[in-house]
């Protein structure tokens, strides 16, 4: 059943349904190619097929969701050389915008980052897997904001869904999320080290794409 969160006075219910079916993929509750039954989704978060119909829309345009002529609608899938290559695109952006946060960052943004990670950290050891996964989302975001780059975050934004996918795939090889490596960022980006900041980004999204391989090398050996 939907629940009511933070903030739900002020979203509809199309917004606060659509967010509960993207947590229900970032869980691992729904998988890459599964069908999305509208009647079964109503029934699971307790509203009418309506606000589901919307928000599957909603979840197309972020490409999280597909739909398929004659087939519906299904959690999108990534095919493994295609996800190769949307890591290897949101290392360079991220680094680019580690890089820039050590420059310009205000310690007010500082602060923000230091409270997203440790929010991340007590989640990940309370094993929500929901509540650290919008943690990492929301660490990325915050070091998007420092970098006071007013393309970077149009330029990421369309990439963002299909990466939560890619890291719902990596939940039990990963712990949920590698905060260590954030914990790595966080400190060259705190010492205004641009060039360390872009080091440890490119070694943290490195490390996601080994995890990506290997994950998909065991898939191939066990069919």
């Known amino acids: 059943m ?27 509750d729904l998988q890459p190619g599964e069908r999305l039954l509208e009647d079964r989704l109503a029934e699971q978060l307790g509203v ?9 829309r909603a979840l197309e345009n972020t490409g999280l969701v597909e739909v398929r002529p004659r087939r519906g609608a299904h959690v999108a ?9 949307l890591l290897e695109l949101r290392a360079e952006l991220e680094a680019f915008a580690a890089q820039l946060a050590a420059r310009r960052r205000t310690p007010e943004q500082l602060d923000e980052i230091r409270a997203v ?13 929901v509540k650290a996964a919008s943690a990492h989302r929301q660490f990325h975001l915050a070091i998007e904001r420092a970098a006071a780059n ?9 990439l963002r869904a299909q990466t939560e996918l890619v890291f719902s795939l990596l939940v039990d090889r990963r712990g949920i ?16 080290d641009p060039d360390a900041a872009q ?13 990506l391989r290997d994950s998909g090398a065991a898939a191939a050996s066990s069919t």
């Open 117 to 129: 990670l440790e929010s991340g950290r007590e989640a990940t050891a309370a094993n929500d897997v």
């Open 177 to 192: 999320v590698g905060w260590s490596e954030h914990v790595d960022i966080l400190a060259a980006i705190e010492a205004g």
């Open 77 to 85: 899938t990534l095919d493994p050389e295609r996800a190769v290559e």
């Open 199 to 211: 080091r440890a980004t490119r070694r943290h999204m490195s490390s996601v794409l080994d995890d």
């Open 48 to 56: 009418s097929r309506n606000p589901v119909r919307e928000a599957l």
């Open 2 to 28: 939907v629940t009511a969160r933070l903030g739900d006075a002020h979203r509809t219910l199309r917004e606060v349904v659509a967010e509960e079916i993207r947590d229900m993929i970032r869980r691992g």
């Open 150 to 158: 007013s393309y970077l975050g149009p330029a990421v934004e369309p």
